[in-house]
């Protein structure tokens, strides 16, 4: 393995490295191509011998189904539809809540944890050792601690510094951590891990992406969000605009099924196996984590402050004994863990079967299907949109079957990717022609940061997060899921497409109410072509005729850099 000194070395020679090949790919793309394929292969000589342990002991476990006496059970079974309603009659119907606001998003997840008296399952891409990623890591040790089997499962890339945090609730009994595909590198920072593990490239570029959250089997929530601050409206700078689903019924034990596909996969790797070399003994892994948890408050959203689309705090509910959720029938569709296959619907189970060669994974393959079912409206929000072919394909035909197109995302100004929206804005014009309308998210002088001016986090930017797509106000599609290349090809993904006229107008009328007003519409300019960026303030329109919040040079930059990146990486 490298030494610290030789990574610290290394860090130091590769950072400013790195921006001279940025300055060098304005001038000469192709150089700086060669240049960077050299360096590559450099690193990757230097780092081949990192690599993960070759046998690694797994005990497999399963979602529990035998807790029907639960008190989550009983609340989940109050919370569906009457035994004498026709609903009920369905077998496939569930109970579904949207969760707009990110203070009731978080205290859900911790009302649900508490609550929990068998077993907890968590799987996320991001777990933050800010304060929302270190209360939520206190509340799953406090559930072990109660007798609560509880299994973490994250992805490592962005585990990098977060050993003593795993390390110590991983030393609790009850728990079990495991880290999917783990970088062969665990020290350094994110750049540096990464560097060191490019001789692995084609395996290190496979992220899981899922949000998943499941208590006693019995309740569920999944979307957008992960665990850190900036989700949950706790983030001064800048907070995610999400969106997230609570589930109970047969749709649950289909994300279970999804979550132990994952948890009993090659791909998995017990945290013990994998963990720095010098991880404190299990004893002071767990005083250390008492004392990095110890000074944490809950914060709770007020029991008569209602949500954006009216409905109050679900840990308020669960004290009640009932948790106000619609009737709805749910499909869960999950891209499967190993590379080569996925996993198809869920309605009670995980199907896996072999990919077709350069297609899109399950997630997207199902939000292509339900596009060309359109016939009146299809309405697509994504924080990051590179559309392949395909999906400009299946959102031409809902154009031509009469059906009104409209995309929103993040703006320049808003987006925390600027690489990946110019790899989206080349494809401005196509969507224009082919009939769709397009909005992107204006910066903080807009009046609403997040889906209601109640929430928390106001005077910071709003940044689009939420994955959703409603089509003739009676489907929609919530998940983990961005309607971009990467998702579509090399990140696993979850999501939940959901047949239901209420929800779905719902939704459709809050993206339409709220979130459409506050954005940028983007338009051919009439007669001498190109693009304008017009909005409504202070009772007039505006009318832009550059990329809004941009200089030049900005727009040099990221437009150039966006050419040498493959698209199937943004």
Not at 49 to 74: I, K, N, Q
Request: proline share 6%.
């Amino acid at each position: 393995m490298n030494t610290p000194k030789s990574l610290a070395a290394l860090r130091a020679a590769w950072e400013p490295l790195a921006c001279r090949f940025c300055i060098l790919a304005l001038h000469h793309v192709a150089l700086a191509r060669w240049l960077c394929t050299a360096a590559m292969l450099a690193v990757s000589l230097l780092a081949g011998c990192a690599a993960l342990p070759d046998e690694v002991p797994r005990v497999a476990s399963h979602a529990r189904t035998d807790l029907g006496d639960s008190p989550l059970a009983r609340i989940a079974a109050a919370s569906l539809p009457a035994a004498d309603s026709a609903m009920s009659a369905m077998s496939d119907v569930s109970g579904v809540r949207l969760l707009p606001g990110g203070d009731q998003a978080f205290d859900a997840r911790i009302a649900l944890a508490q609550a929990a008296q068998h077993t907890v399952d968590a799987q996320y891409y991001v777990v933050a050792q800010d304060s929302a990623g270190r209360q939520f890591l206190r509340e799953l040790r406090d559930a072990a601690q109660r007798g609560v089997r509880v299994r973490l499962l994250v992805d490592d890339l962005y585990t990098g510094g977060d050993d003593e945090m795993l390390a110590g609730l991983a030393a609790h009994a009850n728990v079990e951590v495991r880290v999917f595909n783990p970088l062969p590198v665990r020290s350094g920072g994110l750049r540096t891990r990464v560097l060191l593990s490019l001789h692995e490239i084609g395996r290190v570029n496979r992220r899981m992406h899922n949000k998943l959250f499941i208590a006693d089997n019995s309740f569920a929530i999944t979307g957008g969000r992960n665990i850190a601050d900036e989700y949950f409206g706790r983030s001064k700078p800048a907070n995610f605009i999400d969106m997230d689903a609570l589930l109970a019924g047969p749709a649950v034990r289909a994300l279970s099924a999804s979550f132990d596909a994952f948890w009993n996969g090659p791909l998995s790797y017990p945290f013990e196996a994998i963990a720095a070399s010098g991880s404190p003994a299990p004893a002071p892994a767990r005083e250390r984590f008492a004392a990095l948890v110890r000074d944490l408050g809950r914060v709770m959203p007020p029991a008569d402050e209602p949500d954006a689309l009216g409905r109050g705090p679900v840990g308020a509910q669960l004290a009640q004994g009932r948790v106000a959720l619609v009737p709805a029938q749910v499909r869960v569709v999950a891209d499967a863990a190993v590379p080569g296959l996925f996993a198809g619907d869920a309605g009670g189970s995980v199907e896996e079967a072999a990919e077709p060669q350069g297609r899109e994974g399950a997630v997207m393959a199902a939000n292509l299907d339900l596009f060309r079912t359109a016939r009146s409206e299809v309405l697509v929000v994504s924080p990051y949109f590179v559309p392949m072919p395909r999906m400009i394909e299946a959102l031409s035909h809902a154009s031509r079957e009469g059906a009104r197109v409209s995309v929103m995302t993040n703006s320049l100004a808003t987006t925390d990717e600027p690489l990946v929206h110019y790899g989206y804005a080349r494809y401005r014009s196509a969507l224009l022609q082919m009939g769709a309308m397009l909005y992107e998210l204006m910066p903080a002088s807009e009046p609403q940061p997040a889906w209601s001016n109640t929430e928390s986090g106001r005077g910071s930017l709003g940044r689009l997060h939420a994955k959703l797509a409603v089509v003739d106000r009676r489907w929609f599609y919530v998940g983990s899921m961005n309607m971009d290349r990467r998702s579509a090809h090399c990140n696993t993904e979850l999501g939940l497409i959901v047949d239901s006229p209420a929800l779905a107008s719902e939704l459709a009328d809050l993206i339409q109410r709220v979130r459409m007003p506050a954005s940028f519409t983007v338009s051919e300019v009439p007669q001498r072509g190109g693009l304008q960026w017009s909005f409504l303030r202070d009772g007039r329109r505006w009318v832009l005729h550059r990329e809004p919040e941009s200089n030049w040079a900005q727009r040099l930059r990221w437009s150039v850099l966006s050419l040498v990146v493959n698209e199937d990486f943004l």
